[in-house]
T-cell receptor, first 111, second 119 residues
Framework: KNQVEQSPQSLIILEGKNCTLQ??????????LRWYKQDTGRGPVSLTI?????NTKSNGRYTATLDADTKQSSLHITASQLSDSASYIC??????????FGKGTTLSVSS | DAGVTQSPTHLIKTRGQHVTLRCSPI?????VSWYQQVLGQGPQFIFQ???????GRGNFPDRFSARQFPNYSSELNVNALLLGDSALYLC??????????????????FGPGTRLTVT
């Protein structure tokens, strides 16, 4: 079964700290992996897209990694800010079809 | 340039009623996808349309239907509403469909969503 699993389900960190979110997938055939940020009640906003051949991609304070062999990805957030509080969703594009979404990790950044 | 727009923003319906949700893609985008997001879950794929043709369909009952117009805007229709249909309905647009085979895909831009509550 094609699935995208994320951990942890939720996370609370202090402002200025770093954190890493995990994503494991069993989607096949694989086309690309995306990380989205979703504020409460809003549509998701894309952070990164990585193909099979890409190991790392950065977008400001966000750095995503991909290990296509182990089917794992991570999203690292550096020097967190209050505005980083949101749900972070890992999405895998199954080649030839649509996007398969994880349930997301809810990040809360406190001052 | 305007982003993806959806209407209405919020909607309250009664069980058994019908609802129509609307989406206007980013100018120049020819593909529209619809997703259902139940509270606490990730979005679930419902439909994808490209050039007015259905290019993909998720695991949703026939009560769900959609169409795309010549101007690439789209409607999602849900008949015989159930309590379980209460969710945030998201529309996403892209230049072409995500199933076009490009390994890096085309970026999908999401609208703000329509919050549907069925009572």
């Amino acid at each position: 079964k094609n699935q995208v699993e994320q951990s942890p389900q939720s996370l609370i960190i202090l402002e200025g700290k770093n954190c890493t979110l995990q994503c494991n997938y069993t989607v096949s055939p694989f086309s690309n992996l995306r990380w989205y940020k979703q504020d409460t009640g809003r549509g998701p906003v894309s952070l990164t897209i990585m193909t099979f051949s890409e190991n790392t991609k950065s977008n400001g304070r966000y750095t995503a990694t991909l290990d296509a062999d182990t089917k794992q990805s991570s999203l690292h957030i550096t020097a967190s800010q209050l505005s980083d509080s949101a749900s972070y969703i890992c999405v895998v594009n199954q080649a030839g079809t649509a996007l398969i979404f994880g349930k997301g990790t809810t990040l809360s950044v406190s001052s | 340039d305007a982003g993806v727009t959806q209407s209405p923003t919020h909607l309250i319906k009664t069980r058994g009623q019908h609802v129509t949700l609307r989406c206007s893609p980013i100018s120049g985008h020819k593909s529209v996808s619809w997703y259902q997001q139940v509270l606490g879950q990730g979005p679930q794929f419902i439909f994808q349309y490209y050039e007015k043709e259905e290019r993909g369909r998720g695991n949703f009952p026939d009560r769900f239907s959609a169409r795309q117009f010549p101007n690439y805007s789209s409607e999602l229709n849900v008949n015989a509403l159930l309590l379980g249909d209460s969710a945030l309905y998201l529309c996403a647009s892209s230049l072409v469909g995500v199933d076009r085979g490009r390994r890096d895909g085309y970026e999908q831009y999401f609208g703000p969503g329509t919050r549907l509550t069925v009572t």
